[in-house]
């Protein structure tokens, strides 16, 4: 890019950021002119591409093209749309961080253009293969089927887009496009039954007129005659010059068999782009009562036949309205301007629906999972027409959404690298236009949230009462006015059916009338209900039955746009943003004609003077020190004609030796910025100064040329013999990859040896940390044998190493433990919740038994005491009780008695419920007259006083875990019976029956 600053008063700069009066709009406008004049239609600001529309053809988009630009440095070569492709394309697969490319501009400013010539890049520079090559025709191809159902010829543009795009082209992880995704906004259906003079309907239509076959038309009942359709004739503009619609259908015909589409999926789109002509057709008769019928019954009939409904059904639906009051059903007849509507509304849904159903199945073809993006946005620019209405609001408060966005990731960028080189940062000012947006979007008092109100209010709401309700609600806004409280001079150019807003661009008037109407966009109930019944396969996709249940009112066409702009907005916050700039010349499409006021218009809506404000805040000029020193290294004696040290210090030497003063530049971590386009445009001309001086010296420097040829051989040749190394070992390990299964030979040897080696290498690295940790890396085949020898020794090792550093108390836990798994595990609900804790050795104290208890028990040793609960054997009342555990024998204590002795030696079992309550039965013998019967107790630390009943009394294989009930001995040979059941709290009373109810809780304790 440097080498073309020395043509710079013929060309211009190429970056408009190195205009030495860069706050000047004329100084902007001229630079743009000398471009243009010299067919340089491409220029920077920053990184931002400006382009201008050429209307001709020019050299520069051929293949030789695309080569200069792939993987070269952004600004090493001139500014193109393929340096911007390129530089987002390399960074999606460096930085791996999806990337997107936003293309603004009014209609006819070379957008959709600008889109092809981007995926045409990618097309033929990115890595191919026959399943690539497929996508990447689908990718070219879905461009003409969209066109065709989405552009039309306006005053401003004969293939104007109609419709927002949002495109991405997925690649895989070799960076070749392996898919895609469109989203579209907004489509202009207005246009399907209304164009202004001088314009047509989409070009569809005129396509399948001009282009079809006889035989097709025929079956479709359609003339090649586009004046005999009421939806051709309104903008008196059949043909166009620089539009052959018969080659086109060609065109788009295969286009549609290269995305996927079958004949069947064909004929079924063509019968509805007919319907739609046909229901153009309809006319409307009116009664003496007012009520509107069909003049027209032979339309009625094609419709039925390419709709596949009903033609009564759907005559019916087209002169009548459903309404559903009270839960019943009443059908009102409509005016000719009801009927009228009605139709038209049809019309629009039919077509509106359609397009997005194309688009979602150009999506299907194009599907591909965990992909890199590029995104590419193709959206409408700011429009200001002399009436403006619903539309252009829409389209302009998208352009306020973009611009927030643009500036914000502007700043964002420039401060990031900023402070990644380590140089301070100065706030720049700015015009916000988060004020605007607000307005626009706020909830319950921005100007969506006030138009959706007026149209879902009962009562008689108009185009007026919103304005109404808009100066009521907003009128003090300083960004809104209308004729009512505006003042007397702005009054003569406003109609009292306007408001203005007073946008980042500038001021644009809004003509409320059809805003209401354009907004609801409503389908009568009974119309749809005829589409829902369709045989063609596509309307019965667009209109769905689950669509005639939903009692909700729909979502206003002003919301939705809304609600799509803030999901379009995320994904372009998620993404690494470029940006192109398109301007359009001039009206009139002619080529090398510029129009002066129209493109300063642009330059102003596209806030180009505000871009360049903000990027020139700081420094105009940024190069990495290699580039740098590279460059102007000649210029400087110790530089030149090489610096060995860093490249820091070598710029630093260059600069200090031009006389650059402190002011006029800043050292980076790895960038010099220099502040002042005339620093650099001095140091450019003394370059050229220099480059004739060292002409003339060429003859002195051939003895350094030959040494230069000898020392260079040298390093050829240690490089040559590195790689024939390096060849050497990679054809060896390949061999010995062939040979791996055969026993060891010279061919695997080498092979063999770097496995095992790999495998104990990553065996050190990855062995086990803990006796619990049984995870061991799995072994190579000739392995396997002496990895399990391994493994066996080094958990033996491990083993060994961790029960020596046990202590008593710990194994006595942990033998404790093994009993507990073994009697309870997988049995017991509540033995999970006692594994983490620990068993204690007794629960009571020697404070809290009585004294006189210790007494009586006399040289027995105490293993354990735990207060419990005894359930009689009369009534089951409870009792407080302790269980004291002896040497030889279980003893029950009330306070200072000894209720009962229970020697090991006589105990018969101990039962215990699977549930997760502390119940459970020690069985005494019955012919004991010691033992009065069976002992019922509750404990709550089951899990480990049952361990310790089990472990002092040797009964590990005693204790029995029942499901349902357990039965016991009451005495006098009577039984009891105790029921287990599941519950939210624990509960233990008699039953009705007699039994003890034990109900459970889900979780217990240890």
């Keep these: 890019m440097e080498s073309a600053l020395t043509a710079r008063d013929r060309v211009g700069v190429q970056d408009f950021v190195l205009l030495e009066n860069h706050t000047s709009e004329a100084a902007f406008i001229e630079n743009l002119r000398k471009r243009f004049k010299e067919n340089l239609i491409y220029t920077y600001i920053g990184s931002v591409l400006v382009s201008v529309n050429p209307y001709k053809d020019l050299e520069i988009y051929t293949k030789n093209h695309m080569e200069r630009y792939r993987g070269i440095n952004f600004y090493e070569v001139s500014p193109h749309i393929y340096a911007v492709s390129d530089n987002s394309y390399r960074s999606m697969r460096t930085e791996r961080k999806d990337q ?38 689908r990718l070219l191809q879905s461009n003409p089927v969209l ?64 282009g079809g076959e006889e035989d097709l038309l025929r079956r479709l009942g359609l003339e090649r005659n586009p004046q005999q359709y009421q939806y051709l004739v309104k903008g008196n503009c059949p043909k166009v010059s620089s539009i052959n619609d018969r080659s086109d259908w060609k065109v788009v015909r295969k286009a549609l068999s290269v995305i996927g589409f079958s004949e069947d999926e064909v004929e079924e789109l063509l019968n509805i782009i007919a319907s739609v002509l046909h229901l153009g057709n309809i006319q409307y008769g009116g009664e003496d009562s007012g009520n509107a019928y069909i003049t027209t019954d032979t339309q009625i009939k094609y ?127 700015y015009f916000n236009n988060k004020i605007i947006c607000d307005l626009v979007e706020e909830k319950f008092k921005g100007i969506i949230s006030i138009l959706d109100e007026e149209c879902l209010r009962p009562g008689d709401a108009s185009d007026i009462t919103f304005l109404e309700k808009l100066e009521n609600t907003v009128g003090g806004h300083a960004h809104l006015t209308t004729h009512k409280l505006t003042d007397g001079k702005t009054r003569k150019v406003m109609g009292r059916e306007e408001f203005r807003l007073l946008h980042y661009a500038g001021e644009v008037n809004y003509n409320v009338n059809g805003f209401l109407d354009k907004n609801n966009d409503l389908l009568f109930r009974n119309l749809k209900e005829v589409m829902c019944m369709s045989d063609n396969k596509i309307l019965t996709q667009c209109f769905d039955r689950a669509e005639l249940k939903d009692s909700r009112r729909p979502e206003t066409a002003a919301t939705q746009f809304k609600t799509s702009l803030a999901k379009l907005m995320e994904i372009l916050m998620s993404k690494e943003p470029s940006y192109v700039r398109c301007i359009k010349p001039n009206d009139a499409k002619q080529a090398g004609r510029f129009d002066e006021v129209l493109i300063r218009h642009q330059v102003k809506y596209l806030g180009l003077m505000e871009n360049l404000r903000v990027r020139r805040a700081g420094f105009a000029y940024r190069r990495h020190y290699e580039t740098f ?93 590195r790689r024939r190394e390096a060849a050497n070992t990679i054809r060896r390990f390949i061999k010995g990859f062939i040979y791996r299964h055969n026993e060891r030979c010279p061919e695997n040897e080498y092979f063999l040896d770097y496995v095992r080696y790999s495998f104990l290498m990553k065996l050190r690295r990855n062995l086990p940390k803990t006796v619990l940790d049984k995870s061991w890396p799995t072994p190579p085949t000739a392995l396997i044998e002496a990895s399990e020898r391994l493994r066996k020794l080094y958990m033996q090792n491990m083993v060994w190493g961790y029960c020596k550093k046990i202590n008593p108390e710990w194994k006595h836990q942990l033998e404790q433990k093994m009993v507990a798994s073994e009697i309870f595990k997988n049995k017991k609900d509540n033995y999970p919740q006692s594994v983490p804790k620990l068993f204690v050795g007794t629960r009571l104290n020697g404070e809290e038994i ?72 020690l069985h005494v013998p019955t012919e004991d007259k010691k033992q009065k019967g069976d002992v019922v107790l509750q404990s709550d630390h089951i899990i480990e006083t049952l361990t310790k009943v089990a472990i002092c009394a040797d009964k590990v294989n005693s204790i029995n875990i029942n499901q349902g009930s357990i039965t016991f001995t009451m005495g006098q040979g009577r039984e009891g019976i105790i029921d287990f059941t599941s519950g939210s709290e624990l509960l233990v009373a008699k039953a009705k029956n007699g039994h003890l109810s034990v109900v459970s809780r889900n979780n217990g304790g240890i």
Excluded at 113 to 131: F, G, N, R, W
Excluded at 179 to 200: A, F, M, P, T
Excluded at 416 to 426: K, L, N, R
């Design 100 to 137: 997107c490319i936003l293309i603004s501009g009014e209609s006819g400013a070379g957008k959709t253009e600008a889109s092809k010539k981007i995926l045409q890049y990618y097309a033929v520079t990115c890595p191919a293969s026959d399943q690539v090559e497929t996508v990447k025709d």
């Design 147 to 210: 066109e065709a159902f989405g552009n039309a010829k306006t005053l401003r543009n004969d293939n104007s887009s109609r419709f927002g795009k949002y495109m991405d082209i997925q690649f895989d992880f070799k960076g070749a496009p392996v898919g895609g995704h469109i989203l579209n906004y907004l489509l202009e259906k207005s246009r399907v039954v209304h164009q202004n003079h001088g314009e047509r309907n989409f070009h569809i239509f005129y396509q399948l007129i001009e």
């Design 303 to 429: 419709l039925a036949r390419l709709l596949g409904v009903d033609g009564l059904v759907l005559k019916e639906a087209l002169t009548h309205k459903k309404i559903i009051a009270k839960g019943e059903e009443l059908k009102s007849p409509l005016n000719l301007e009801q009927a009228s509507s009605a139709r038209d509304a049809l019309s629009k849904a039919v077509y509106g629906r359609t397009f997005t159903w194309l688009v979602n199945k150009i999506n299907v073809s194009l599907a591909y999972k965990n992909a890199s993006v590029i995104g590419l946005l193709d959206i409408y620019g700011f429009e200001v027409f002399q009436h403006n209405s619903f539309e252009q609001f829409c389209i302009n408060y998208c352009n306020e959404k973009l611009q927030q966005l643009f500036i914000e990731l502007t700043l964002k960028s420039e401060q990031d690298e900023y402070e990644a080189e380590g140089i301070t940062w100065e706030p720049v000012q």
């Design 629 to 721: 020193l590279q460059r102007y290294k000649s210029l400087c004696p110790e530089t030149w004609p090489s610096w060995q040290g860093k490249l820091a210090d070598g710029v630093s030497t260059l600069v200090k030796h031009l006389g650059y003063k402190p002011e006029e530049y800043k050292l980076g971590r790895s960038k010099i910025f220099i502040r002042f386009p005339k620093t650099l445009f001095a140091t450019e001309d003394a370059l050229e100064t220099r480059k004739h001086s060292l002409g003339e010296r060429e003859s002195h420097v051939s003895h350094a040329v030959v040494v230069q040829a000898w020392w260079k051989g040298i390093l050829a040749c240690r490089r040559a013999r």
């Design 850 to 921: 009585n004294p006189k208890v210790l007494q009586s028990l006399g040289s027995e040793k105490m293993k354990y005491a735990v207060p419990v609960t005894k359930y009689d054997r009369k009534g089951y009342k409870a009792r407080p009780r302790q269980l004291l555990l002896t040497s030889n024998s279980a003893v029950i204590v009330e306070e200072a008695k000894l209720k009962q002795r229970i020697d090991y030696a006589a105990l018969k079992g101990i039962s215990v419920s699977s549930l997760s309550d502390g119940v459970f039965v």
